[in-house]
């Protein structure tokens, strides 16, 4: 771990599907971003607010990142779809749960919370993504699945990129 880093991408997280590796990647460069802020040596109130900032990044991104991985699972009638799906979506409350204490100056410091989301991803592609780029490698080595094709459009309201 260098100063403003707390994660470096390693090939070992790489669960061998492209959009899934280059996805992760994006979540471990926005937790150094969250890194960054929380050391970046700003009084407390320009930190928490640039901190702010990049937790809505990572809210967002974290959302789109997660339906790239439910399409895919939907796609190919992942039998692990729900028990997968349901590990994101009891993060993604966690994650509201910590922002939301971080709001209120309750518990959770912005430090705390940068570990709390490196180590919930690195655990989660050693073990869930694993095991679905397993999965998909296998379909694909049988023959049994060709190519995944997932449609992604910018939603006009929001300006993010949505998966359908």
Known sequence: MTDNVIVTWHDSYSVGIKVIDEQHMALIKLTNKLFASCMSGHERSQADSIFLQVINEVVDYVGYHFSTEERIMEKINYPEYKAHKKEHVSFVKEV???????????????????????????????????????YILEKKRSGELRQIVLKVKKDENTNKMVIE
């Open 96 to 134: 509201l749960i910590k922002v939301e204490e971080f709001n209120f100056g309750r518990n959770n410091t912005a430090l705390t919370f940068v570990y709390y989301l490196r180590d919930w991803i690195l655990q989660h592609i050693a073990v869930n993504d694993k095991k679905l780029g397993s």
